[in-house]
């Protein structure tokens, strides 16, 4: 196994066992007449500044660069994606789709293992990528991935690095930065008021996860 592969499976197995325990959730939404709409938060540190908004057909996509950097030439990413009313695709079509698209872009690339859990109820699920040399920008790429599968919507929220290209020496990320990446993926929480199953901030169950 090259040494860079052993390298992004190791960074999933951290991201996995910090991130499954969720975080606090600040959250405002409209409700539904029926059925109350879950309702989604989403922390990042200060430094993150929204760069990007779009929408592709029923998913939103937010971008967020650090202050100090542009859409053009970025070296730290965070997308947000919001698949509306789409809950019925696996965890795992995301990340064989997050693969598909890195090997097609890159000259080698390789995922971790799926690494899968519940947070406050809903399935969630971590993975990494690793791409040696993007054939368009000429660098190298790493990419942390979370997804929640709600009630109503699908969420994924990634971390990026934009990198010098590598080969068989595993790529370097400063500890401070796999630590915030680890807190930026957690902080992507999701609750339903009302619900006993998916509680929201301050009602009854809202500390199980």
């Not at 989403?42 to 100090?68: C, K, Y």
């Not at 809950?87 to 890195?102: G, K, M, Q």
């Not at 993975?127 to 009630?151: D, H, I, M, P």
């Amino acid at each position: 196994m090259r040494l860079w592969h052993r390298t992004i499976l190791t960074l999933a197995a951290l991201l996995t066992a910090a991130g499954l325990a969720g975080a606090a959730l600040n959250t405002a939404s409209a409700q539904d007449p029926v059925r109350p709409e879950e309702t989604y938060a989403f922390a990042l540190p200060d430094r993150w500044q929204e760069a990007n908004r779009t929408r592709q057909g029923n998913v939103d996509i937010i971008t967020f660069l650090p202050s100090g950097q542009t859409m053009q030439g970025w070296r730290d990413m965070v997308i947000l994606q919001i698949y509306r009313d789409m809950t019925a695709v696996p965890a795992e079509s995301l990340r064989e789709r997050s693969l598909n698209n890195a090997q097609a872009a890159c000259e080698d690339a390789t995922a971790s293992t799926l690494q899968t859990g519940l947070s406050n109820g809903y399935p969630s699920a971590f993975w990494a990528t690793a791409c040696t040399r993007n054939k368009q920008t000429g660098l190298g790429e790493v990419a942390y991935f979370r997804s929640l599968q709600g009630n109503d919507n699908l969420y994924m929220v990634q971390r990026v690095w934009s990198m010098p290209p590598f080969g068989d020496e595993p790529p370097t990320i400063p500890e401070a930065e796999k630590r915030e990446a680890i807190g930026i993926l957690s902080g992507l929480n999701v609750c339903q008021p009302g619900s006993r199953q998916h509680p929201c901030p301050g009602q009854p169950g809202a500390a199980q996860r």
